[in-house]
């Protein structure tokens, strides 16, 4: 898998304190887990692709080009979950919005989204498009957890102020994802990312590494719910 980011320019305005470091605890942490956790990773990510070239035309991975630690960007790893050439000017709009008002952060897909190839939206709700950021994670790019890795358009779209949640590596799962995600505003997140960054700590992870489980069960559960209720109308 070839490692694209050294031809990616930096992002503008990248977060001006310099000082800011990665714990040592963290990267030990974020392998341990990652080793720990690759009997079930292999076999269940090798039974998604094999899903995923069944249901639609294309690759299995998905790889997009995110802004993480300090500003630097980086290529982002998912499983595949849209069709291919889907367009993104909604998602960009929708998203800009979100960020310029007191709503809700529900993702697209949680209203609806026929981008999404079938099996997609669960894919989605349970977190398992996420797994191949374990590599991510190896590469020391993003964390288990942290703050969800923006894109540039959003990261260039940031309050100066805002940027305070780039002093943690990106992670899988964080303190946003684990206290109400789709239940509060783009400026709550921003100040529990920013939270995060300034109590992180082993106990703080595995505590929330912990949360993540019932809330990602809680999400599919919702999600099953949902379209039980749309058929029924």
Known sequence: MKHATSAIPMARSVPGDVSVKVPAWKRVL???????????????????????????????????ERIGFRGKPFICLKFRTMRVN???????????????????????????????IPLGS???????????QFVNVLRG???????????RYEYE????????????????????????????TFEQMIRMDIQYAEMKSPAVDLAIMVKTIPVLARQA????LRRIRHRSQ
């Open 30 to 64: 974020d392998v341990c887990v990652t080793v720990a956790a690759l009997p079930i990773l292999l076999p269940v990510s090798a039974a998604i692709a094999v899903v995923i070239k069944c249901v639609s035309r294309g690759p299995v991975l998905f790889r997009q």
């Open 86 to 116: 889907a367009p993104i000017s909604g998602h960009q709009e929708y998203l800009q919005s979100l960020m310029k008002s007191d709503k809700p952060m529900i993702k697209m897909d949680s209203i609806g989204d026929r981008r999404l």
């Open 122 to 132: 669960i894919l989605r709700a349970t977190g398992m498009d996420e797994l191949p």
């Open 141 to 151: 790019e993003m964390s288990v957890v942290g703050p969800r890795p923006c894109l």
């Open 157 to 184: 779209s940031y309050e100066p102020w805002q940027k305070q949640r780039f002093n943690s590596l990106p992670g899988l799962t964080g303190l946003w994802q684990v206290s109400g995600k789709n239940t509060t």
């Open 221 to 224: 559960a919702e999600m099953v």
